[in-house]
């Protein structure tokens, strides 16, 4: 006999009724826990590198892409064992209740290594991504900086233009 394939409202209607509303968010916990660390190192690591390149380099967009790469690699590779730990916890039959109790777990089941288990292809399908978004953000913040300055100029210039004005 074959199993006959669920929708996706069938599969959230039987996860309420056997599991109830929290199992829609199994796992947010860590997934919050590991957004904040991520972002944080990822911009602070971003940051460092390029002002370690030479003023007249930090403006270019290659500069901005190789440290975005660098910067969200480091990220990703002190961030993925709390992504590891969602996982896990998010699986149905999970042990693990806490992060607290996951990562011991783990550590002790599948030794170190466990906690970047899918460490590459997750790399390999998040880096590229997170690469463009800091480098956009950095091009766009360096335009809009650029654009501020000039437009303080034009302001400066007319209100020069206008004093003179008033004391002719």
């Given at each position: 006999?074959?199993k006959?394939t669920l929708t ?5 209607i ?5 599991e109830?509303?929290s199992?829609f968010?199994?796992?947010l ?9 991520y972002?944080?190192v990822n911009f ?9 390149f030479?003023e007249?380099?930090q ?12 910067s ?6 002190m ?11 998010q ?6 209740n806490?992060?607290i109790d ?8 599948d030794g170190f ?8 292809p ?22 809009v ?5 000039e ?6 210039e007319?209100?020069r233009?206008?004093?003179q004005?008033?004391r002719e």
């Open positions: 006999m074959q006959r996706s409202i069938q599969v959230a039987n996860m309420f009724r056997e109830g509303l199992s968010y199994s796992g916990g860590p997934s919050l826990i590991g957004i904040a660390p972002i944080a602070c690591i971003f940051d460092l590198v390029k002002k370690s030479p007249k380099y403006k270019r967009a290659e500069v901005s892409l190789v440290t975005a790469l660098v969200a690699t480091i990220a990703t590779l961030c993925y064992p709390l992504d590891t730990v969602r996982r896990q916890m699986m149905k039959g999970t042990p693990y806490t992060v996951a990562i011991p777990g783990i550590v002790a089941r290594s466990g906690l970047y288990r899918g460490f590459v997750n790399a390999l399908k998040t880096l590229p991504n997170s690469s463009i978004k800091l480098t956009t953000f950095d091009t766009v913040k360096t335009m900086a650029a654009g501020e300055k437009l303080e100029k034009i302001i400066e007319n209100q233009k206008k004093n004005s008033k």
